[in-house]
Nanobody, 125 residues
């Protein structure tokens, strides 16, 4: 059974940093496309970053500021967020899809099957 549990959200000042973590149970990272998404009130869910077999994809809005990584020993997906901006305020979600068959990964929410409950990030100016 797949379970994704995020942590690390909270308040931050513009220019500050936060590190989000997602503990992934029932996930084989070898074939896992893992992603971080965010959704602000009134906006569509946005793919922030994804990772598959060491390759990463980032949204233009976070390139150079956010870093996605995974710790295979702890089955944990991380998102290091630096130089935060007020527009980064949103609920952040961890997501997973098994890419063993497709061999591909994306930042499209519709491609992901499993989701965490989300963690709130609020950045003030």
């Amino acid at each position: 059974q797949v379970q994704l549990v995020e942590s690390g959200g909270g308040p931050a000042q513009a220019g500050g940093s936060l590190r989000l973590s997602c503990v992934a149970s029932g996930v084989a990272f070898k074939n896992a496309c893992m992603g971080w998404f965010r959704q602000a009130p009134g906006k569509e869910r946005e793919g922030v970053a994804s990772l598959y077999r060491g390759s990463t994809i980032y949204a233009d809005s976070v390139k150079g500021r956010f870093t996605i990584s995974q710790d295979n020993a702890r089955n944990t997906l991380n998102l290091q967020m630096n130089n935060l901006e007020p527009d980064d305020t949103a609920t952040y979600y961890c997501a997973y899809k098994n890419s063993a068959a497709s061999g591909s990964c994306s930042r499209r929410a519709v491609d992901f099957y499993y989701w965490g409950q989300g963690t709130q990030v609020t950045v003030s100016s």
